[in-house]
Every structure is written in structure tokens, then in C-alpha cells.
């Protein structure tokens, strides 16, 4: 599964203008970013009483509008994951959140001096703090500017991966924990017996999905 890193601080800190710069850096570098923004519960992105919002009220479970250029999709979800969405995001190299103060991944911080000295993160949390002033804390600390060296930081430890494959295993939606030489293995046998793999050419995305029918 690819890496996911939640961009987090207090509201109105400056999470979003960080996040823009560093897609746009990443980007330049050759890498697939996705972005993920939690937000309050009660929510709805859906326009009410438009097409899509009348389809999932007749009971689609999921809805989506389509265009040359784009696609919105809406699916009701309780408690919507960052590894759900990695799933959809199957073909980019990064997941970038905005929030998920509760969930254990890998955090930056976004600290300004006039909302006070605390941090939302316990320094084990952390691979960096963004902030404009100094903080007395054993933590990589950027200031805002300095995209290149928070990329850079980004890149170092979770993008320069030396593996040739990347198997993601579900069950039920929950990541599975395996060896690499499982996943080797089920890599060098799945790409000899899939039906017509040959004639695709070289197998760079390969997708099994199975699910019990009641």
C-alpha cells in the first residue's frame, strides 16, 4: 500500500497552503499524489435533489457523475479510511491527508506562533513540524517556505523505494500482514497463470478482487 502522511495543526494554520505547495513539488518530482480532507460528521458533498443525490435515495450504493475531463463519485460510508481510499487511488505513489488527528499515521504538523506553543502531536508522532518560530521539541523542523527540503524529507523516507512490486492484501477491508517472500511468490505465480496477461504486455497493475455472494 502506498505511504500515507496526515498534514495536520491547529484551524486556520496554514494545512491546506502546505499541502498545495508540497503536490505541486511532489508533482514536479514524478510522483502521483493523492489528497484526502476529513472533515465533520454530518456533512454531505452530494447536491440534494439532483440526479446523483436521487439515485443514491433510491438505494445505489454508490452514485457518480461523469464528464470528458472528470468524475465525482459519491458512496455512503461510515467512517470513510484513508487505506479505502487508497484502494481507489491505486495508481499514485502517495497519500496525503488533511486531518485524521485520532488515526496513527505518520504526521507533519503545522504550528504558527500566535496559537500557542502546544502541539496536537506527541513527538513520536511526528516526522516534522512546520512552523514560524523555533520549538523545543527533537522533531525536523521546517518553516513554511522551505517546500523542497519538507519534499525532500517526504521523498527520502517514504518514497525511494527499492521493491519491484507493490501487493496490497484485504480482507473485509482491513490490510493483511504477510512476508515478502509471500508476496513475491504471489506476484511470479499470479503473473504466469492469469488468463490473457500475456497478450497485455507487461504487467505493471494487476486487479483480483473476490467477494462471497449471500
Known amino acids: 500500500m502506498q505511504p500515507i502522511i496526515s498534514i495536520i495543526g491547529k484551524s486556520e494554520s496554514g494545512k491546506t497552503t502546505l499541502l498545495e505547495a508540497l503536490i505541486a513539488e511532489l508533482k514536479q518530482r514524478g510522483y502521483r499524489v493523492a489528497v484526502i480532507k476529513h472533515t465533520g460528521t454530518g456533512y454531505d458533498f452530494d447536491t440534494p435533489n439532483k440526479d446523483s443525490w436521487r439515485f443514491r435515495r433510491a438505494g445505489a450504493g454508490i452514485s457518480a457523475i461523469a464528464s470528458a475531463e472528470q468524475v465525482a463519485i459519491f458512496k455512503k460510508a461510515e467512517n470513510y479510511s484513508p487505506e479505502e481510499f487508497a484502494r481507489l ?10 486531518g485524521y488527528k485520532q488515526s496513527n499515521y505518520p504526521r507533519i504538523e503545522v504550528h504558527r506562533k500566535e496559537q500557542g506553543a502546544g502541539l496536537l502531536s506527541r513527538p513520536e508522532q511526528l516526522i516534522a513540524v512546520v512552523t514560524d518560530e523555533p520549538l523545543d521539541i527533537n522533531v525536523p523542523q521546517f518553516t513554511p517556505d522551505n517546500i523542497t527540503a519538507i519534499a525532500g524529507l517526504i521523498e527520502s523516507r517514504f518514497l525511494k523505494q527499492t521493491a519491484s512490486r507493490d501487493i496490497d492484501i484485504l480482507c473485509n477491508g482491513s490490510p493483511i500482514t504477510t512476508t515478502p517472500f509471500f508476496l513475491d511468490l504471489l506476484a511470479r505465480t499470479l503473473e504466469a497463470i492469469v488468463p490473457g496477461a500475456v497478450a497485455c504486455g507487461k504487467i505493471t497493475d494487476l486487479q483480483i478482487s473476490l467477494r462471497r455472494l449471500r
Open 89 to 98: 487511488a491505486r495508481d499514485c505513489d502517495l497519500i496525503l491527508t488533511e
